[in-house]
């Protein structure tokens, strides 16, 4: 753990607490992560890979969106993924960032694309499966390879993002340590309930994320090896959040999200920014203690983290 920037800290938490402020805790995670990455060197132009909807990025290197915007605004109820939709011009990003380049956003939705172009932070986003991005063999000189979902075969999606990178070029990566598996509360619930009912609740609740994340993740030792026969070796690491934290922000609000999204937008958006701002107040203390004490970037109470961002060089 290196010199701690709180000044980072409160304001990321901040900002993504206001995009995702009926899950508190996946601001935890954002800037925890935020943290990890940016630790790293962004100079050059990047191709970010895994992008999502970019508001994660944007944020990161000090983007911010008004108090009335969040996520919740542009849902879609009948959906399995409620996220996965898109509203024309309600993505109102406050500031142009100039730093780093973005030359290039990739992205395997659709809806996804179209919020990163609004943002306007990456110079051009396109749809693509990360196994066969539409890019030139070594035409790369730096990737941000975020932790795309909907892969369908995770090493060939590593194994394209070395084809495209040069030698000698750097990829910023965010990956899953082991100690992640045994972090999903809603999937151990499901297991171990009794009741069909509420096996079949927690279940859904789960909603696949314990199945797709511990297919992508290894320790150490298998990173170190799954990277090394890519021609790619590990300039530095950097760990953090810890399996008690992951376990909070895998159940934390989910049972009831459906009816706080449908209360809050109820309410025009004057009202609602009022009791949105309220309810960011009395959370922010409780996530920030949070962070101080289970980030594992702070006071370090578990020595297992659940991430591990990497810089990695293509020899």
Known sequence: MGAVNYSFVMKRLWQYLNLYYLKPFDAV?????ASLLTSFNWDGDVVELGSGDGEFTYIMHGGSFPLWFDRYLMVDMGNKDI???HKADVVRPERKLNYPRIRLAVDAKESHVQKI??????EEAQVAAYEQLPIADHSVEKIFYYTPHGLQDHDAALREASRILKPGGRMLILRYSEYVKTAFVCYVLSRKMKSRFWAEYFKKLDNGRHDEISSMARSEKEWIALFAGMGLRILREERGLSPLAWNIYDIQTRPLLKGLIRFFNLWPRGVRTILKFFWMVCWYPVI???????SNRIIGLERKSCYSAF???KL
């Open 29 to 33: 995670n954002d800037t925890l992560t």
């Open 83 to 85: 996220f996965d939709t």
């Open 117 to 122: 172009k609004e943002i306007g932070f990456a």
């Open 288 to 294: 920030f203690i949070f962070y101080i004490l289970f």
């Open 311 to 313: 810089e990695i060089v």
